[in-house]
């Protein structure tokens, strides 16, 4: 067999700047080290050894799609894992449409809405099938048998009657001559057939990860690289209005300051020097004054006050409209009428936002923890004057994304210093700066208004929420015919009645908001479960019956009937501790969760002492990682509805650190036992999923253990935690 | 101006300013990134090392303090690419998920398993306060149980 002496490149390749050697978590693909690679199909290289490169579009973000996808191409080319390495890469090829099928992803590269393997479950395996069908006709041809003699396994093509094998590494140079076949046509593995998929399997990326030898965009180490740090305008809509560096110009390793507008809400200065120390310190030196703005009026009260006004004055756009609910409502005998809140939340991700930026020669490299490369492409073409055609993308491991990484204000602001210092410059935001300026979960009100009949079965819904919209904020062409389906999402959701009205107040966001794990679902399955656990509760039903009444169909009862099995929910808690039930329909997730809490009441705050799920997702890739997607969401969940809260004074975020925005610990750790059950063929979505429902599941155990509704999160913020 | 101090079994020196945080020290002067950066503040721990043994948190650790002390960090601790038992009790676990407060969380372990070979769980809250936002806290209790385990069963 001949060692092939040219390549094929194939767009973009992407290297990690620093490549840990000898560890199994990246590699950059190519031919620096050992023997030529083919491509096969867009994704995929095979060098004459038989090993595997594989370009991920995906981030990994702590979600385990790197491990997934490795494991969805490893499974349908049949390879074993190990001989899969992957880096992650950017480019035109990783836009296709078919790839988030759902709009208004589609035509970008971006991680986020739980969708990377719902996404890639068919695209990734027709490719893969594409590639092994390739190579089992160069083995058959190269043994003049028949196509139907062959098989595939192990990374081998095998001739069936005669036992002969040849590995892919030895086919690989004559199956990328083949033209691939139409993967839409090839047959895919079925599921029965699976080796890998739905096996528990460990991460690639545990290896390096507990040796501390992962990048994050935070370890990225670039030839003459500056570092910097960044002070925002303290009240959103504020820009500087006069710099003075005279003092941090006296500290040894500054370099520069750095003022930077991109917009009504992203202004600032940058400190540049020798060191992010340096730069922290010369930052806290600059004379900075601000300009006024609208926003130095805001506060927490005031805010709520807004909210409260927009549930009853001024317009409204429907989302949803079934019947006549004012009509019904006007004349209803027994009604409800209730009011629900949810705070403005941070991300407060481990790794603090940053980006290393390099503008050179009118072209312009980056190298970021980042769930949206195109996006950062456009706003370094915004903040250079390259084109976006010429900015170049490294994504980084991210430490933790949370949708935060997508809004790409630190990838301005470092792109922009680096112009104007003439050197790469790795930007690092303290995290008094990452809590003080985050990208929001924006706050939300509700009012609820149900008309019942006398015998207690639902006449009419009307909700009408009040707050920002995060698409009017982000991409403002989604924002279909006056409605922010993110306002919406999740409120109602599968609940029937003769008349329901969904309507949206739209108000002004106080700060930048944005997407936050669950995003609209993440107030709106507290506001909806909520509803209905009073009503369960003003009918004197039992709390999981009352669900399996209003959410009739078989997904929500199998996973009801088993959280319910799970708990021991009939022989109710034992002394002292109390049940709180919430059920999650997440229709536009493909997936059903039900949750019990389990806790206790003691000086008045609640202790949280398990949190038991049931999920139903669909068919589960890696067991492994579900479990930990599924128990992460819950505690990421909990940690906000116990103490979640930012709060404004004089349009100021009141909050800096872990110290006033506590999050869970392992002191604070309840039990979160998880159930899958498979409820359909393909998978559903489970990164988010979690998150909302685990904020009704602990409300209602409080409502009920005190015996007053729990209308507004945090706990923290009543005094219950 | 110049401090030494032994690192990860060697002794080094840096020119870099006494009051500068060790934790930075080790990213920008000495090459070392395993040490993470979360807060600044001392309170989320991702920047735990080891100084003469105790497990400390370097972003408020001052150079001048640990001059002609043993520090360790994270690239310390698996020595000729062998991993340390609380290393090999996190890849069984298969602990991590974004991964970025994972060296403090066993740094922390590290320390805590030097002085304790049966932790309770309340040992084990009270000795690894470190933050993870991932939610990898029953995977990372069950692995200082197994690392705990396995130190006893060697000794």
């Known amino acids: 067999m001949s060692v092939a002496?040219?390549?094929?490149?194939?767009?973009?390749?992407?290297?990690?700047?620093?490549?840990?050697?000898?560890?199994?978590?990246?590699?950059?693909?190519?031919?620096?080290?050992?023997?030529?690679?083919?491509?096969?199909?867009?994704?995929?290289?095979?060098?004459?050894?038989?090993?595997?490169?594989?370009?991920?579009?995906?981030?990994?973000?702590?979600?385990?799609?790197?491990?997934?996808?490795?494991?969805?191409?490893?499974?349908?080319?049949?390879?074993?894992?190990?001989?899969?390495?992957?880096?992650?890469?950017?480019?035109?090829?990783?836009?296709?449409?078919?790839?988030?099928?759902?709009?208004?992803?589609?035509?970008?590269?971006?991680?986020?809405?739980?969708?990377?393997?719902?996404?890639?479950?068919?695209?990734?395996?027709?490719?893969?099938?594409?590639?092994?069908?390739?190579?089992?006709?160069?083995?058959?041809?190269?043994?003049?048998?028949?196509?139907?003699?062959?098989?595939?396994?192990?990374?081998?093509?095998?001739?069936?009657?005669?036992?002969?094998?040849?590995?892919?590494?030895?086919?690989?140079?004559?199956?990328?001559?083949?033209?691939?076949?139409?993967?839409?046509?090839?047959?895919?593995?079925?599921?029965?057939?699976?080796?890998?998929?739905?096996?528990?399997?460990?991460?690639?990326?545990?290896?390096?990860k507990v040796q501390g030898q992962a990048t994050f965009g935070i370890d990225v180490r670039v030839p003459g690289m500056a570092w910097a740090t960044v002070r925002h305008a303290p009240a959103f809509g504020s820009r500087v209005a006069s710099l003075d560096d005279k003092q941090a110009r006296k500290r040894k390793g500054f370099i520069a300051a750095v003022p930077f507008s991109d917009g009504e809400l992203n202004n600032g200065v940058?400190?540049?020097?020798?060191?992010?120390?340096?730069?922290?310190?010369?930052?806290?030196?600059?004379?900075?004054?601000?300009?006024?703005?609208?926003?130095?009026?805001?506060?927490?009260?005031?805010?709520?006050?807004?909210?409260?006004?927009?549930?009853?004055?001024?317009?409204?756009?429907?989302?949803?409209?079934?019947?006549?609910?004012?009509?019904?409502?006007a004349q209803a005998g027994r009604k409800l009428d209730v009011t629900y809140f949810a705070p403005y939340l941070a991300h407060a991700t481990m790794e603090p936002m940053n980006c290393t930026a390099s503008v050179k020669d009118g072209r312009c490299e980056l190298w970021v923890p980042t769930q949206r490369p195109d996006n950062d492409r456009e706003v370094a073409a915004r903040a250079s004057g390259i084109a976006a055609t010429a900015v170049k993308v490294n994504v980084t491991f991210l430490g933790g994304g949370f949708g935060r990484r997508g809004d790409s204000d630190y990838v301005f602001q470092a792109v922009a210093a680096s112009k104007a210092v003439g050197r790469p410059v790795q930007l690092i935001w303290s995290r008094e700066e990452d809590i003080a300026h985050d990208y929001y979960r924006p706050a939300m009100m509700v009012r609820h208004e149900v008309a019942l009949s006398p015998d207690g079965e639902l006449q009419a819904l009307r909700s009408r929420i009040?707050?920002?919209?995060?698409?009017?904020?982000?991409?403002?062409?989604?924002?279909?015919?006056?409605?922010?389906?993110?306002?919406?999402?999740?409120?109602?959701?599968?609940?029937?009645?003769?008349?329901?009205?969904v309507e949206w107040a739209e108000t002004a966001p106080d700060a930048n908001i944005g997407f936050w794990r669950g995003v609209g679902n993440s107030h709106n399955v507290f506001f909806t479960d909520g509803l209905v656990d009073e009503l369960a509760q003003l009918l004197q039903v039992d709390a999981i019956a009352y669900r399996k009444r209003l959410y009739a169909n078989p997904r929500a009862h199998a996973v009801l009937d088993r959280v319910a099995a799970m708990v021991n929910w009939q022989a109710g808690p034992p002394p002292g501790r109390h049940f709180g039930v919430a059920y999650y329909e997440a229709g536009r997730w493909g997936t059903r969760v039900a949750q019990v809490a389990e806790i206790s009441m003691a000086g008045g705050k609640v202790r949280v002492n398990k949190v038991s799920c049931v999920v139903d997702s669909g068919l589960i890739v890696n067991p492994n990682q579900a479990l930990a997607q599924v128990q992460g969401a819950t505690l990421f969940g909990l940690s906000a509805a116990l103490h979640g809260r930012i709060e404004f004074q004089d349009g100021r975020v009141q909050q800096s650190n872990f110290h006033d925005y506590p999050v869970i610990t392992l002191r604070d750790l309840p039990d979160v036992e998880v159930t899958f059950i498979e409820g359909a063929d393909a998978p559903g979505s489970i990164g988010e999923i979690a998150c909302p429902p685990v904020m009704a599941a602990v409300a209602n155990a409080v409502s009920r253990a005190t015996g007053q509704r729990v209308r507004s999160l945090p706990l923290s913020a009543s005094g219950l935690a | 101006m110049s401090t030494s101090f032994q690192l990860n079994q060697r002794t080094v020196r840096t020119a870099a300013p006494a009051d500068k945080p060790l934790l930075w020290v080790l990213r920008e002067e000495l090459g070392l990134v395993g040490t993470k950066f979360g807060c600044g503040a001392g309170i989320c721990r991702a920047c735990t090392v080891h100084v003469d043994s105790e497990a400390v948190p370097s972003c408020v650790t001052p150079l001048a303090s640990v001059a002609g002390k043993k520090v360790t960090t994270i690239e310390g601790l698996s020595v000729g690419g062998v991993l340390d038992p609380v290393q090999r009790a996190w890849v069984a676990q298969d602990v991590p998920q974004c991964g970025y407060c994972q060296p403090g969380m066993v740094m922390a372990s590290v320390a805590l398993l030097r002085k304790n070979r049966r932790p309770t769980d309340a040992d084990i809250e009270a000795a690894v306060p470190n933050i993870c936002r991932c939610g990898t806290y029953h995977r990372i209790k069950a692995a200082v149980h197994q690392a705990a385990g396995e130190l006893r069963g060697a000794a």
Not at chain 1, 110 to 122: F, N
Not at chain 1, 306 to 326: C, F, I, P
Not at chain 1, 477 to 493: H, M, P, Q, R, S
Request: hydrophobic share 45%; aromatic share 4%.
């Open chain 1, 5 to 208: 002496l040219t390549r094929r490149h194939f767009g973009a390749l992407a290297a990690a700047l620093v490549v840990p050697v000898g560890l199994a978590h990246t590699q950059v693909i190519g031919t620096e080290a050992g023997t030529a690679s083919r491509a096969l199909g867009a994704f995929v290289r095979i060098d004459a050894g038989g090993q595997v490169s594989f370009r991920i579009g995906q981030s990994e973000m702590g979600q385990g799609i790197h491990t997934g996808l490795c494991m969805l191409l490893a499974e349908e080319l049949d390879v074993p894992l190990a001989a899969v390495r992957y880096v992650n890469a950017t480019g035109p090829e990783f836009k296709h449409p078919i790839a988030y099928a759902q709009p208004p992803l589609t035509g970008e590269q971006i991680t986020g809405g739980s969708l990377s393997t719902r996404a890639y479950w068919l695209p990734l395996r027709r490719a893969a099938a594409s590639a092994r069908d390739q190579l089992l006709r160069a083995g058959a041809a190269r043994w003049s048998v028949p196509e139907g003699e062959c098989s595939t396994a192990d990374g081998q093509v095998v001739h069936g009657p005669t036992g002969r094998r040849l590995a892919y590494g030895a086919l690989v140079e004559a199956a990328s001559q083949l033209a691939p076949a139409d993967g839409q046509l090839l047959p895919l593995k079925p599921r029965e057939a699976f080796k890998l998929i739905g096996q528990p399997t460990r991460r690639l990326d545990t290896l390096a």
């Open chain 1, 270 to 329: 940058v400190v540049v020097a020798d060191s992010y120390w340096t730069a922290k310190q010369a930052a806290a030196e600059l004379a900075v004054e601000w300009t006024p703005t609208p926003r130095d009026h805001v506060s927490s009260v005031g805010i709520e006050q807004r909210l409260r006004a927009r549930l009853t004055e001024g317009e409204a756009v429907s989302a949803r409209k079934e019947g006549d609910a004012a009509k019904v409502l």
């Open chain 1, 466 to 501: 009040a707050g920002p919209g995060i698409w009017r904020h982000n991409r403002p062409i989604l924002v279909n015919k006056g409605l922010d389906a993110l306002a919406t999402a999740g409120l109602l959701e599968g609940l029937k009645a003769p008349n329901v009205t």
